[in-house]
């Protein structure tokens, strides 16, 4: 098969190319079909006799990988792959590949983002400087919130992978010190200000936890109503990973009664949010619609990596496979 002749579909390009960056790399692939979104009922036709197809949340079920009959190469435009029925993948004998690294600096600097915006509201007070409260202020200064210094405190991570360990860099960079969570613990990174604990030493002793583990059976609801009740009163919960690792009945009931003092979370059970969520109304809960990944230099790297997988993966040296 010569790269004229692959046909190439794009489920949804939308979030990663909103049309800041381009499909060039794909197109010298072979014919390039790219779709902003694909509804569910429309996946089976729009793949058609495609050899490959590039999704990025839109689900391919066995069902659909059956009915795709010429099918052989699927390219995840993310690192989660859950997407995608890869056992049935792996029995069809298509090849699945993601994109494991390309936002590593762009997420851990997001943590930090929203951490700041618990530790010092700057966007609340900003606009109540616009609104009149400073300049009828009676003193010099005033704030509408606890102020916070990290410098001091403990972070708790829950996945110490690459974006988990450069989240530790940045977290040593303000003075904190740092736990460490993972199944596979690399004693090297340990230092004066950075151990591996197990999992309740880090609910018990953790200031800040943020979340950068996988999702799996074993870590879904991993915050829940009993770890939550094992941590520090008033303790700060980052989540920029996967929403279904929080119980977030039991998390906003923590927020409300003040066991939890805030917590920020960039991804939530069902995307995009559901008006019943209930930590739509929590207390002194940051939510944003998933866009720690999203910086331009951040899709810009997943998209050279997602034609680099495909280029590899067409001269029979496939990078970046998922299996199960």
């Not at 890869?86 to 029995?91: H, P």
């Not at 090297?188 to 030493?201: D, G, I, P, S």
């Amino acid at each position: 098969m010569t790269e004229s002749d692959n046909k190439i579909v794009v489920l949804d390009g939308y979030t990663l190319n909103p049309g800041d960056l381009s499909w060039d790399r794909l197109k010298g692939f072979g014919e390039l079909e790219v779709y902003d979104r694909t509804p569910p009922e429309e996946v089976v036709q729009r793949i058609g006799d495609a050899q490959i197809v590039f999704t990025n949340k839109t689900p391919l079920t066995e069902e659909l990988l059956t009915a795709a009959k010429n099918l052989k190469y699927i390219g995840v435009l993310a690192t989660g792959y859950n997407v995608v029925d890869v056992a049935a993948a792996n029995k069809l004998n298509i090849t699945v590949t993601n994109i494991p690294t390309y936002g590593t600096a762009s997420v851990a600097q997001y943590v930090f983002a929203l951490l700041l915006e618990i530790c010092h509201h700057v966007g609340s007070h900003s606009d109540a400087v616009r609104k009149g409260a400073w300049e009828n202020c009676p003193d010099f200064c005033f704030w509408n919130y606890p102020l916070i210094e990290l410098a001091g405190k403990t972070m708790g991570i829950i996945g110490f992978g690459r974006i988990g360990q450069n989240t530790a860099r940045i977290a040593q960079s303000f003075g904190m010190k740092v736990l460490a969570y993972d199944e596979y613990p690399n004693k090297a990174f340990e230092n004066e200000q950075l151990k591996y604990v197990a999992l309740n030493e880090l609910f018990k002793q953790a200031d800040v936890i943020s979340l950068h583990c996988p999702l799996f059976e074993n870590t879904r609801n991993i915050i829940n109503e009993k770890n939550i009740s094992s941590m520090k009163d008033g303790v700060i919960i980052i989540n920029t990973s996967r929403g279904p690792l929080i119980d977030e009945e039991a998390l906003a009931a923590a927020l409300n009664s003040g066991k939890v003092f805030g917590a920020a979370v960039d991804v939530v059970s069902a995307e995009p949010i559901k008006g019943d969520n209930p930590l739509l109304k929590a207390k002194n809960c940051i939510i944003t619609p998933h866009i720690a990944w999203a910086p331009k230099e951040s899709r810009t790297r997943l998209m050279e990596i997602a034609a680099d997988n495909l280029e590899k993966f067409l001269t029979g040296t496939p990078a970046n496979i998922v299996s199960v």
